[in-house]
C-alpha cells in the first residue's frame, strides 16, 4: 500500500504540484516535497532526478512529477535506474500502468489536463496494485 509519495514540479506545473499536496495530505499520505515551489523558470530534469532518487532508494512508495506536458520529465525519469514512469492524461492509462507496467513515477502534464483530472488520475495510480505473473517478466526485461 503507498503511504509515501516523493513530488516534484517545474515552473509550469508548480500549482498543480501544490493543489495536489494539499489534497493527498488531507487523504493521510505522508509527502516529500523536493519543489520547485516558485514560478520562477527552473529545469525540470533537476526534479525529475531528485523525485527519481527518493523512489529508486526506497525512501518512498512512489513519485509524481508536473510540468508542461508531463513530456519532458517522463524523458529523464525513465534514464534512472529502477524508474518506470509513465506520463498519464487519462484516467485508463493511469489504471493500466499501475496493472501492467508497475509504474513507480507518475507524470502529469499541467498545460495539458485540468485540476480535476489530475486529482483523478493520481487517486487511480495511488490506488491500483500491479497484477504481476507475466507482466512481471516483461518489466524485468527493462533491466
Ligand atoms: C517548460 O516551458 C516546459 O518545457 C516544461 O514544463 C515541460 O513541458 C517539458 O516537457
Redesign the pocket.
Known amino acids: 500500500m503507498i503511504k509515501k509519495i516523493a513530488i516534484g514540479a ?4 508548480v500549482e498543480y504540484k501544490l493543489l495536489l499536496v494539499q489534497y493527498l495530505e488531507s487523504k493521510g499520505y505522508e509527502i516529500v516535497n523536493v519543489g520547485t515551489d516558485s514560478t520562477d ?1 527552473v529545469d ?1 530534469p533537476i526534479y525529475a532526478k531528485k523525485v527519481c532518487e527518493e523512489v529508486a532508494s526506497g525512501r518512498v512508495d512512489t513519485g509524481i512529477l508536473i ?7 517522463s ?1 529523464m525519469a525513465n534514464k534512472q535506474k529502477g524508474i518506470r514512469a509513465a506520463v498519464c492524461g487519462d484516467t485508463k492509462s493511469a489504471e493500466f500502468t499501475r496493472l501492467h507496467n508497475d509504474a513507480n513515477v507518475l507524470c502529469m ?3 495539458i489536463i485540468s485540476f480535476d483530472l489530475c486529482e483523478r488520475i493520481t487517486e487511480i495510480f495511488l490506488d491500483t496494485n500491479f497484477m504481476g505473473g507475466k507482466h512481471k517478466i516483461r518489466i524485468d526485461m527493462f533491466e
Open positions: 517545474d515552473h509550469a506545473g523558470a525540470y510540468c508542461g506536458t508531463g513530456i519532458g520529465m524523458m502534464g499541467a498545460r
